[in-house]
T-cell receptor, first 109, second 119 residues
Framework: GQNIDQPTEMTATEGAIVQINCTYQ??????LFWYQQHAGEAPTFLSY??LDGLEEKGRFSSFLSRSKGYSYLLLKELQMKDSASYLC??????????WGAGTKLIIKP | GAVVSQHPSRVICKSGTSVKIECRSL??????MFWYRQFPKKSLMLMAT?????????EQGVEKDKFLINHASLTLSTLTVTSAHPEDSSFYIC?????FGAGDTYEQYFGPGTRLTVT
């Protein structure tokens, strides 16, 4: 079966750095997405990785290792507004998005 | 960027009535639209995938006669919850995808969601 694992909840301090991991086992791989979702709102796109390596976009970076079935989202200089759920999703061989359950990130002052 | 609108944002209806939710891609043509349902503190659950001009493909366990999906044009898809019951209360989110060809990321653009409460 297809499976995506990410931690349920993480806590970090304002100004710090946090890394949210995602591991996946899917039928095929055509890319991995990270989305941010604030409570009561729809997800918003953060990043897309299809090749191994690190993609940096401002305070957010995303890393992919296809051989390990592993990705992480790195958030630097955390702000209170970064408190949200972060969803990992993999595009499988049928170009369907397989969603992780999301990681709730709590930022403390 | 690509914008997807959803209407209404909130709806309260009585048990037994039907509710229609619209999803529109405002500045692009969406060859494929997706309907998701999300329970509190849970991840997105794909209900169905619809391609313009063809019947929607429903995920296992989703009643096609209860959740009617119409994708009549490249910019509009509708989800009708028929004979709604309190257990249908949820956050419904649509997304749209445009496909250009080789190298496309298949990114989905999400609407703002519709919170349905059935009393």
């Amino acid at each position: 079966g297809q499976n995506i694992d990410q931690p349920t909840e993480m806590t970090a301090t304002e100004g710090a750095i946090v890394q949210i991991n995602c591991t996946y086992q899917t039928s095929g791989f055509n890319g991995l997405f990270w989305y941010q979702q604030h409570a009561g709102e729809a997800p918003t796109f953060l990043s897309y990785n299809v090749l191994d390596g690190l993609e940096e976009k401002g305070r957010f970076s995303s890393f992919l290792s296809r051989s390990k079935g592993y990705s992480y989202l790195l958030l630097k200089e955390l702000q209170m507004k970064d408190s949200a759920s972060y969803l990992c999703a993999v595009l499988d061989s049928n170009y369907q998005l397989i969603w992780g359950a999301g990681t709730k990130l709590i930022i403390k002052p | 960027g690509a914008v997807v609108s959803q209407h209404p944002s909130r709806v309260i209806c009585k048990s037994g009535t039907s509710v229609k939710i619209e999803c529109r891609s405002l500045d692009f043509q969406a060859t494929t639209m997706f309907w998701y349902r999300q329970f509190p503190k849970k991840s997105l659950m794909l209900m169905a995938t619809s391609n313009e001009g063809s019947k929607a493909t429903y995920e296992q366990g989703v009643e096609k006669d209860k959740f009617l999906i119409n994708h009549a044009s490249l910019t509009l898809s509708t989800l009708t919850v028929t004979s709604a019951h309190p257990e249908d209360s949820s956050f419904y989110i649509c997304s749209a995808r445009m496909v250009f060809g080789a190298g496309d990321t298949y990114e989905q653009y999400f609407g703002p969601g519709t919170r349905l409460t059935v009393t």
